[in-house]
C-alpha cells in the first residue's frame, strides 16, 4: 500500500516554455501532497505544500507565480514550472500523506521527475 | 528554529557490521520519528517510524528513540553492500509537518 507515483519521470525543455508534473496517490486518500526539489549532492528542499481543495502553501524563497501547484483531487496534485530556466533543471519529487494513518505524518514519496531545460 | 542535525557522513561500514546512524532534532514537542533511505538518483523511501521511547525493531533495522535526549537513533545490522544510500531522519513539529535532516550518507564496504 501507500503507492504515489509520478508523471513524467524525465523530461527535458527548451528555455521558456513550461512543463507539468502530476503526482497521483494510487491506492490511498492523501489530504496533503509535497513538493520537493533536490539538486545533485544536496539535501531535499520542500517548495510547498499542497492540500486538497485549497491553495498550496509556499515555502520561503519559492516563487510561486513560477511553480504552480493545483490539488485538485484527493489523489491528484500537479506541479506546474512555468518559463523554465536552465536554473530550474533539478530532480522534482512530490510526496503524499495518507490521511487514514494514525496521526497521518508520514510521508510516501513518488519516484521523482528529473527535470532538464535546455 | 526547528532543527534535525545529521552527521553528513560519508559513514564507512564493512560488510556484515552493524552500521549506527544518529540524528539530533530541537523541537521537544516532536512525537513522530522517521527514517528514510534515498538511494543515488532515486526518490526517499520509508524504512522506519518510531512514536515511543525505546527500541522498534524491524528485521535488520532498530530504530531507538530517547526523548530526553532528543535523539533517535538507527541501526542496522548485518550491512550489506545494497545499504549504502543516503540516509534521512524526519522529525514532526508540532502543526505535524516534517523537519528533514540533511542526511547521512552510508558506505558499506565488501
Known amino acids: 500500500g501507500a503507492v504515489v507515483s509520478q508523471h513524467p519521470s524525465r523530461v527535458i525543455c527548451k528555455s521558456g516554455t513550461s512543463v507539468k508534473i502530476e503526482c497521483r496517490s494510487l491506492?490511498?486518500?492523501?489530504?496533503?501532497m509535497f513538493w520537493y526539489r533536490q539538486f545533485p549532492k544536496q539535501s531535499l528542499m520542500l517548495m510547498a505544500t499542497?492540500?486538497?481543495?485549497?491553495?498550496?502553501?509556499?515555502e520561503q524563497g519559492v516563487e510561486k507565480d513560477k511553480f504552480l501547484i493545483n490539488h485538485a483531487s484527493l489523489t491528484l496534485s500537479t506541479l506546474t514550472v512555468t518559463s523554465a530556466h536552465p536554473e530550474d533543471s533539478s530532480f522534482y519529487i512530490c510526496?503524499?500523506?495518507?490521511?487514514?494513518?494514525?496521526?497521518?505524518?508520514?510521508?510516501?514519496f513518488g519516484p521523482g521527475t528529473r527535470l532538464t531545460v535546455t | 528554529q526547528k532543527e534535525v542535525e545529521q552527521n553528513s557522513g560519508p559513514l564507512s561500514v564493512p560488510e556484515g557490521a552493524i552500521a549506527s546512524l544518529n540524528c539530533t532534532y530541537s523541537d521537544r514537542g516532536s512525537q513522530s520519528f522517521f527514517w528514510y533511505r534515498q538511494y543515488s538518483g532515486k526518490s526517499p523511501e520509508l524504512i522506519m517510524f518510531i512514536y515511543s521511547n525505546g527500541d522498534k525493531e524491524d528485521g535488520r533495522f532498530t530504530a531507538q528513540l530517547n526523548k530526553a535526549s532528543q535523539y533517535v537513533s538507527l541501526l542496522i545490522r548485518d550491512s550489506q553492500p545494497s545499504d549504502s544510500a543516503t540516509y534521512l531522519c524526519a522529525v514532526n513539529d508540532s502543526n505535524y509537518q516534517l523537519i528533514w535532516g540533511a542526511g547521512t550518507k552510508l558506505i558499506i564496504k565488501p
Open positions: 491506492d490511498f486518500q492523501a489530504t496533503t
Open positions: 499542497s492540500n486538497e481543495g485549497s491553495k498550496a502553501t509556499y
Open positions: 510526496s503524499a500523506r495518507d490521511m487514514l494513518h494514525y496521526l497521518g505524518v508520514e510521508q510516501y
